[in-house]
């Protein structure tokens, strides 16, 4: 597992140094460019893009862990059963619309910027960890929630001893799809004025080069896979019981 | 120790327990028995308030348990399930020393504790305390069960069919592993059983419920002997007198003198293993203590309660 560890940390780096490399981008991309084309997005540099795409994310993702699982475990308390369909519903139907509509939805409230960007963000990738938190949270195995209240738990004690362990598995792997999603999603945002992987994905679409499409849907793609990779490790560093 | 007074609980119209006044002396072993439904899980469960009582009341050590915070009642109680009810994401050593940790006892003595109770429990520590409970038979695992719930050294314990999830090899292991630790702890406890043997074998009392109203609560040789009515002697089988024998030493019921002719039956013997014989061919049996001389004898009459 450690090892696992060091390796994860070394393919970070090592993304982040090939991140670096300008030149060696605009080198590669030349052979797939059109002659009369530009092989690389002259106005930011890549490692400019992907550390605006990574605060983007970073942003919407905390939003969702401060609100989403807060959120789940109150629909899984006593007091906040009656609230428990209201925001299954909630969270579905923030998933409903294609993410393009919940930015274009927002656009006339928050205006053209990041902000308008990290709201429909969080609300897309709101579901995933609320689900996730709702799964493990209701799921407590009974003989252990019956054990801890008989041997004399408050119900503090119980939540933080006995039902968040418990829930942790089902509750990252929620945070971990919510995370992937909003790495992927997180190219759109610039139809609303953004920045990020996704500005020379788009201008790349509309100009028909595929050289920029490429540099900017190769970073994502890697991102997520060293997120999803990462998390996973997490889990399995965590929950070493299961 | 425990006192319960004119107990009711009802659920809606439903009166699961209608009346139940009895009382438990502190190091006693009372078990409750009965058919499946007559509430005894209840009443077990009323005592520690894990469900409130609709009528009545439960005193321990003379303080109504209603005054009592529900909680600090609990901590004071030792509690074992039939499903175990381990916590699956801790070790083996954390399970146990749950409760010590909830004390805020301090981090070393309880693990010394936990080191003990496993050890007591024939589990050796070194080999099992950082497992998890899913690497544990279910045997091992209500062992573990038994020791998270002694390890605050509470006066009460509380065993709701304790080992009736194990097989019945494990479950013989279990009792006598438990009758053994029960000399060395002095606890008052509650034990909960569908099965007149395990209640036979450890109860020091045996409280027989039925449709919610105590049907008679007397030692096993008692109750064996003189059912209080039909529902107690059908309950307790037709072979309670075989049940009884064998609670019973053969020392109990020789008497003094030798038979010249007799084979001979140690005295750690039980009258239903003396029946055995005597049944098998025998007239008499002189019993020998450890050093092989003859202490007393015994015929068919002699059994004849």
């Not at chain 1, 969270?91 to 205006?111: K, M, R, S, Y």
């Not at chain 1, 418990?166 to 792997?173: G, H």
């Not at chain 1, 997180?186 to 490429?214: F, H, M, R, Y």
Request: aromatic letters at 6%; proline letters at 5%.
């Amino acid at each position: 597992m450690r090892r696992q560890g060091l390796l994860l940390l070394a393919a970070w780096l090592g993304s982040f140094w090939l991140f670096a490399q300008q030149s060696g981008w605009k080198h590669a991309l030349s052979y797939v460019a059109s002659k009369n084309q530009t092989p690389i997005f002259e106005r930011n540099t890549l490692w400019e893009l992907v550390w605006q795409h990574l605060n983007l994310c970073l942003f919407s993702m905390l939003l969702v862990m401060i609100i989403g699982l807060p959120l789940a475990l109150f629909v899984t308390r006593s007091y906040g059963k009656p609230f428990l369909g209201l925001v299954s519903n909630t969270v579905n139907i923030g998933q409903i619309f294609p993410p393009t509509a919940v930015l274009f939805l927002f656009l006339p409230i928050f205006g053209f910027g990041p902000t308008a960007a990290i709201i429909a963000l969080f609300i897309y990738g709101l579901l995933p960890t609320v689900r996730g938190g709702l799964l493990g949270l209701s799921t407590i195995p009974e003989d252990q929630s019956n054990a801890a209240l008989g041997c004399g738990m408050n119900a503090w004690q119980i939540l933080w001893r006995l039902e968040f362990p418990q829930a942790l598995p089902s509750i990252l792997a929620g945070l971990r799809t919510s995370l992937i999603l909003i790495i992927a999603t997180a190219t759109v945002a610039p139809l609303v004025g953004t920045g990020g992987l996704g500005v020379p994905i788009i201008a790349g679409l509309s100009t028909n080069n595929v050289a920029l499409v490429l540099e900017g849907a190769l970073p994502v793609a890697l991102i997520a896979v060293l997120a999803d990779m990462t998390v996973r490790w997490l889990e399995q560093v965590l929950v070493r019981w299961a | 120790m425990i006192k319960l007074e004119h107990v009711v609980k009802a659920y809606g119209e439903q009166e699961v327990l209608k009346d139940i006044s009895f009382e438990i002396a502190k190091g006693e072993l009372v078990v409750l028995i009965g058919p499946s439904g007559c509430g005894k899980s209840t009443l077990l469960r009323l005592i520690n308030r894990m469900i409130e009582l609709s009528g009545g009341r439960i005193l321990i050590k003379d303080r109504d348990t209603r005054t009592l915070d529900p909680v600090s009642l609990r901590l004071g109680i030792g509690y074992v399930i039939q499903s175990i009810g381990l916590f699956s994401h801790m070790t083996i050593f954390e399970n146990v020393e749950v409760v010590p940790s909830l004390l805020q006892q301090n981090k070393k003595l309880r693990r010394e504790r936990a080191r003990e109770l496993l050890d007591m429990m024939g589990l050796e520590p070194a080999q099992y305390g950082q497992r998890y409970p899913k690497e544990l038979s279910g045997g091992q695992q209500q062992r573990v069960g038994i020791a998270r719930a002694i390890a605050a050294d509470p006066e009460i314990m509380l065993m709701d069919e304790p080992f009736s999830a194990v097989d019945p090899i494990t479950r013989e292991q279990l009792q006598d592993h438990f009758l053994g630790l029960k000399t060395q702890i002095d606890k008052t406890i509650v034990f909960v059983t569908h099965d007149v043997d395990e209640a036979v074998k450890l109860g020091d009392r045996i409280c027989i419920l039925n449709q919610g109203l105590v049907q008679q609560i007397d030692s096993p040789k008692a109750l064996l002997h003189k059912p209080a009515n039909d529902f107690v002697a059908s309950f307790l089988g037709e072979d309670r007198e075989l049940k009884r024998l064998s609670r019973i030493p053969v020392t109990d019921v020789m008497r003094s003198g030798a038979h010249p002719e007799a084979r001979t039956i140690e005295k750690h013997k039980s009258a239903k293993d003396a029946l055995n014989r005597l049944l098998a061919g025998e007239n008499s049996l002189n019993v020998i203590d450890d050093q092989n001389s003859i202490i007393g004898t015994v015929n068919l009459q002699d059994l004849q309660g």
